[in-house]
């Protein structure tokens, strides 16, 4: 069974930064392109940003892009969201996700393509 842990949420003021981590407890996670969503009250789970197995290849929505950095780490299986300038309307939880293929399978940005998932960690940034 894929465990997928993240870490790192947590109260920030607009314009502050924070990173998120996610672990991995599978050994094949250095063949996954990993992903982040969020997930806002009332709202769909969205994409946010996408890493290949490789960290070769990334992928962000349009909303953080100049703004977020994905990253991972294959010797520790674990995945990375830096977060900067960070503003109100990225308060959501934030969750990381795998699909349920290794390479060459690359998902796309919507959850249906994503077969493993964390438990979520709440991000809140203040104006």
């Known amino acids: 069974q894929v465990q997928l842990v993240e870490s790192g949420g947590g109260l920030v003021q607009a314009g502050g930064s924070l990173r998120l981590s996610c672990s991995a407890s599978e050994g094949a996670f250095s063949t996954w392109t990993m992903g982040w969503f969020r997930q806002a009250p009332g709202k769909e789970r969205e994409f946010v940003a996408a890493?290949?197995?490789?960290?070769?290849?990334?992928d962000y929505v349009d909303s953080v892009k100049g703004r977020f950095t994905i990253s991972r780490d294959n010797a520790k299986n674990t995945v990375y969201l830096q977060m900067n300038s960070l503003k109100p309307e990225d308060t959501a939880v934030y969750y990381c996700?795998?699909?349920?293929?290794?390479?060459?399978?690359?998902?796309?940005?919507?959850?249906?393509?994503?077969?493993?998932w964390g438990q979520g960690t709440q991000v809140t940034v203040s104006s």
């Open positions: 996700a795998a699909p349920p293929y290794g390479r060459p399978y690359h998902p796309g940005t919507t959850p249906r393509q994503y077969r493993y």
């Open positions: 890493v290949s197995w490789n960290g070769g290849t990334t």
